[in-house]
């Protein structure tokens, strides 16, 4: 066995399915509408996917190279996949029993029925079968398996089924791949009542194979491992990308996911055929790949099954005639994502696409929407001839195509592109917009603890930062120079040495001086205990799991500083352990929206510091990843940060608590949800925007401030 480090920790991995247990608990919950109840239970099934792809794929990887260096919490890398494996089955379980004995018979009593084709009538399935035979069987390709016909490879996350068949001299299987560009339901016509495509197909495959006796079938699909590896030698970032991305469709399957019924031998030839491990074979009984059901959730129309209908308002401050560079000016502006309006973004950027005196944008791109009104606004902005720069991350994690995508879009429009540099994604969220004003230009800068993505704005909780801060305005655009000027090797070299880093006052950048600080600032606080100062630690973030971190939050607790963590996802930290971690509690708030903002204070003597941040507390954020962390200053965004933690953590209606034991506990139960009270403060403080408005590229609001403006400099 292997030694135990001497940090109490938990291990990351089963700390992540943790946090897909907390989701399925939604799932569960009877008062959550039933409807989001299935919302909830298809994002736990798209975590699912993704833990087996990122992190059950690099456990397989350390096997696979027979590394035995034990993780953080000392467990060897086949424990580890072990422990996955069993968590991993429990969890599936559990999601079908949620599904079959809760979910859907509660959507039946509301006339929502997903139902195989063999429980319809003989009106339904006549009409049905006529739909399969125009619109389905054309785009079908059923591919045989025999010694003139290998093993066809099977592409991760697609549905599959394999049928075995016979005919008078000899018995065989075909594959048929179900294609992705089909919706993976059939409507019956009233909304409410929906077939999923692959049992249409089963029902009919003699339809497909005439001449054929069908035996046995069986729909399933595999999950591969999705984690991309860039050597820092390339020449090309997005050709090396390119390449790698085709690699990965066939990297080795972490989870082949079957029918409960499949028969033994075409399961077995099945895990042959796709070089799949048996301990990765996951039988489940029902309708298979669970995430697709977030299909029927958004094409069903029945306001009263899911959460009242909430649009994002725009804060008062923003709602006047003003235009978007007066208001910045009069002060800094926060915006709370996403009960407060992602639009307040997109208009800031159209203001400096049109504006005749701005003449630069810098922007990072990490991930973005597919239509996105960013990109419109860049592009819009370099026609009218200002210097436009972008930095795309190339390397983001299942954005790497449509990132690559974006690039030959915005280069067509005629904006500077740069990749970002080999081997360390740029992760931090800022836009600078230069301006000239007089005989000065003026910085207006855009920082965010989420993504420039409209899609993500209306389900995500983020902050925004707009200001005109001159330090704030210098320091943006120096962090932007480094990651367009430094290449893998200079910034490695820069990384490595203590003297001629670039140097910053106000924000702190990672891999230069992220954990370094938060370690000087940890240590400042435990200092001030013990000089009886006041000293506090709060922290919102997604995730935390960096030894070094933890160990320096348990000194300071063993110190006497009170700490309280609100930790979305994974966390290896272990709270309540008497002399090492007491004066720690650790939350996690599960609810309608994905808690994604990351918000730190430093109570530093009774006069505190509020930070905002695009990183986790993880090695990746420290040392992979250039990432950014910065104060708010002005009292009001500061007071308006304090207030989100304060009641996230007086949340007693959709939050959990970490125990000793490493188990999650729900607390309360009590009634205090903080995103319903978000949303209810929101509503009540803040101008309505209509819907329409969160759409359209150019929203009428864009045309009346800058036809305002202009006439305003005309006299």
Not at 489 to 513: G, H, M, N, Q, Y
Not at 618 to 632: D, G, H, K, S
Request: hydrophobic share 45%; charged share 25%.
């Amino acid at each position: 066995m292997p030694t135990r480090p001497d940090v109490p920790l938990l291990n990351r991995e089963l700390s992540r399915l943790d946090y897909n247990r907390r989701v399925l608990a939604k799932a569960e919950d009877a008062n959550v509408p039933p409807l989001e109840r299935l919302r909830f239970l298809a994002w736990c099934a798209q975590n699912l996917d993704e833990f087996f792809m990122v992190r059950a794929g690099a456990t397989r990887d350390l096997i696979d190279a027979h590394i035995i260096e034990p993780s953080a919490d000392g467990l060897l890398p086949i424990e580890q996949m072990e422990a996955i494996r069993a968590g991993a089955h429990s969890l599936l379980d559990d999601m079908y029993r949620c599904l079959n004995e809760s979910l859907f018979p509660e959507l039946g009593r509301h006339g929502i029925v997903v139902e195989s084709f063999r429980h319809l009538s003989a009106e339904e399935q006549k009409r049905v079968r006529k739909f399969f035979v125009r619109e389905i069987a054309p785009v079908l390709t059923p591919l045989a398996i025999d010694p003139g016909h290998p093993f066809p490879f099977v592409a991760n996350l697609t549905l599959n089924i394999a049928v075995s068949v016979a005919s008078e001299r000899a018995a065989g299987v075909v594959m048929i791949k179900l294609p992705q560009l089909l919706s993976r339901f059939m409507d019956l016509g009233d909304g409410r009542r929906f077939v999923p495509v692959g049992s249409i197909i089963m029902a009919n495959l003699e339809h497909l194979l005439p001449t054929l006796t069908i035996q046995s079938a069986v729909i399933f699909r595999v999950v591969r491992n999705a984690e991309l590896s860039i050597d820092e030698d390339v020449e090309d970032l997005r050709k090396s990308v390119e390449a790698e991305l085709r690699r990965r469709e066939r990297k080795q399957v972490v989870c082949l996911e079957i029918d409960w019924r499949a028969d033994d031998d075409l399961l077995q030839l099945l895990i042959d055929g796709t070089k799949t491990s048996t301990e990765d074979v996951y039988r489940v009984e029902g309708f298979l790949k669970i995430a697709d059901l977030m299909e029927v959730v958004d094409r069903v129309n029945v306001p009263a099954l899911k959460y009242p209908a909430f649009n994002p308002r725009l804060p008062q401050r923003l709602a006047g005639p003003a235009d978007m560079f007066s208001i910045i000016r009069d002060g800094d502006v926060l915006l709370h994502r996403p009960y407060e309006s992602f639009t307040a973004v997109i208009e800031l950027l159209h203001a400096a696409a049109v504006d005749p005196d701005v003449v630069a944008i810098k922007q990072t791109l990490y991930q973005t929407d597919e239509r996105s009104p960013i990109v419109d606004k860049l592009a819009l902005a370099a026609a009218n001839g200002k210097q436009v720069a972008v930095i795309i991350e190339l390397q983001a994690r299942f954005e790497e195509k449509h990132n690559i995508s974006l690039a030959q879009r915005l280069n067509e429009a005629g904006v500077q592109v740069v990749y970002g540099i080999v081997g360390v994604q740029t992760h931090a969220k800022v836009c600078v917009i230069v301006r000239r004003e007089g005989q000065e230009l003026r910085h207006y800068v855009h920082l965010s603890t989420g993504n420039y993505d409209a899609d993500t704005a209306s389900g995500y909780t983020d902050l925004d930062l707009l200001t005109c801060n001159d330090e704030f305005g210098r320091e943006a655009s120096q962090l932007v120079n480094v990651i367009t000027g430094y290449s893998a090797t200079t910034l490695v070299d820069v990384f490595e040495r203590a003297v001629d880093r670039p140097k910053w006052d106000l924000f702190v950048i990672a891999p230069f001086d992220y954990q370094r600080w938060l370690l000087d600032r940890i240590g400042r606080e435990t200092a001030n205990t013990a000089a009886g100062k006041p000293a506090r630690i709060v922290a919102k973030l997604n995730s935390l799991v960096d030894p070094q971190i933890i160990q320096a939050l348990y000194a300071a607790s063993a110190a006497g500083v009170k700490i309280d963590l609100i930790i979305r996802a994974m966390c290896t930290l272990v709270p309540g352990i008497p002399g090492t971690s007491e004066n720690i509690r650790v939350l996690s708030i599960v609810d309608r929206f994905l808690e994604h903002s990351r918000i730190i204070r430093f109570e530093n003597g009774g006069t505190p510091e509020i930070f905002l941040s695009s990183g986790d507390w993880m090695p990746r954020n420290f040392l992979r990843r250039i990432e950014l962390t910065f104060p708010l200053r002005a009292a009001e965004t500061k007071a308006m940060a304090i207030r989100i933690l304060d009641m996230a953590l007086d949340d007693n209606a959709s939050s959990w608590e970490l125990r000793p034991d490493g188990h999650w506990a729900r607390r309360g139960p009590g009634d205090f949800n903080s995103q319903q009270k978000f949303i209810e403060l929101t509503r009540s403080q803040s101008l309505r925007l209509d819907p329409y408005e969160e759409t359209v590229a150019e929203p009428v609001r864009f045309r009346k401030r800058l036809r305002s403006r202009k006439r305003t400099r005309a006299v």
